[in-house]
């Protein structure tokens, strides 16, 4: 759990500074999407599905 808290607290941060920097923000923002393909997007929605579905039908695993 202790990579966890630090994955959470470096996101926390992360957010704050771009909330925080304008001309970083938008930077971020323009990398962020001209690296989002409808084809990407799809992927990702559908392995998070596939995900969730593996949990919910075994709820032994956490």
């Known amino acids: ?13 992360a957010a704050a ?3 925080r920097n ?8 323009t990398q962020i999407k001209s690296l989002t ?5 799809d992927k990702v929605k559908s ?3 596939s995900m969730t579905k593996s949990k919910s039908s075994n709820p032994s695993i956490r």
């Open 17 to 19: 500074f771009l909330m």
């Open 47 to 49: 392995q998070f599905q």
């Open 37 to 41: 393909t409808p084809e990407t997007i």
């Open 22 to 29: 304008k001309k970083t923000r938008e930077k971020t923002m």
């Open 1 to 13: 759990m202790p990579s966890n808290k630090m994955l959470g607290t470096v996101l926390i941060g």
